[in-house]
């Protein structure tokens, strides 16, 4: 079935830096969809892309969804503390079955 | 509203012994997932439950791991004579199934301890 790669497996941030992570498939996804887990907890869902060249902004935050609907990025400008954890993106199948990719694991050092 | 639920929270069991987890997703969520992540690994899918459907069942590691859900209401992971490499946390999800894609709601969990 689909796979989502994500890169980089960790990334480590000085407070205020950018970073971008990204999620990578071989084939046309229907949607993707990010979650972030706090360090002890359980994921919690950010945003869900579905178009072609879908941009979404949260905050510091930019979501965009490729031309060819085969990868995904976020985007964090100037990082904070609060933004350590663990970012998930994930697709569905046809029949509702969600596939995580591996995750980020963000550190950010003040 | 109340979010997803599960029980217990933590639990510390003998190396061959039984375990019941239970989760009560949200109420109306058709769809419901069973996670396992191992210290600082990502979530591994164990099984999808979709309505009356038969669930997905092909990330159950093992003979040992089964789950059963009551209609759209409550689900239980067994896990029969456990193993120390069983242990990790167990996370459950449900989200709504229909026209277009539903975001997962998770549980905080159960950590799982195979000493």
């Known amino acids: 079935g689909q796979q989502v790669m994500q890169i980089p497996q960790y990334q480590h941030v000085q407070e205020g830096e950018d970073f971008t992570t990204y999620c990578n498939s071989s084939t046309t996804l229907s949607n993707i969809q990010w979650y972030k887990q706090r360090p002890g907890g359980h994921p919690v869902f950010l945003i869900q892309l579905v178009k072609s060249g879908e941009v979404k902004k949260q905050k510091r935050l930019t979501f965009q969804f490729g031309e060819a609907k085969k990868n995904s990025s976020l985007h964090i400008t100037a990082t904070q503390t609060t933004d350590v954890g663990t970012y998930f993106c994930?697709?569905?199948?046809?029949?509702?079955?969600?596939?995580f990719g591996a995750g980020t694991q963000v550190v950010v050092t003040p | 509203g109340a979010g997803v639920s599960q029980s217990p929270s933590n639990k510390v069991t003998e190396k061959g012994k039984d375990v019941e987890l239970r989760c009560d997703p949200i109420s109306g969520h058709t769809a419901l997932y069973w996670y396992r992540q191992r210290l600082g690994q990502g979530l591994e899918f164990l099984i999808y439950?979709?309505?009356?459907?038969?669930?997905?069942k092909s990330g159950l590691p093992s003979d040992r791991f089964s789950a059963e859900r009551t209609g759209e209401s409550v689900s239980t992971l067994t896990i029969q004579r456990t193993q120390q490499e069983d242990s990790a946390v167990y996370l459950c999800?449900?989200?709504?199934?229909?026209?277009?894609?539903?975001?997962?709601?998770f549980g905080p969990g159960t950590r799982l301890t195979v000493t």
């Open positions: 999800a449900s989200s709504l199934r229909g026209s277009g894609t539903r975001e997962q709601y």
């Open positions: 994930a697709q569905t199948d046809s029949w509702g079955k969600f596939q």
């Open positions: 439950f979709q309505g009356n459907s038969a669930p997905d």
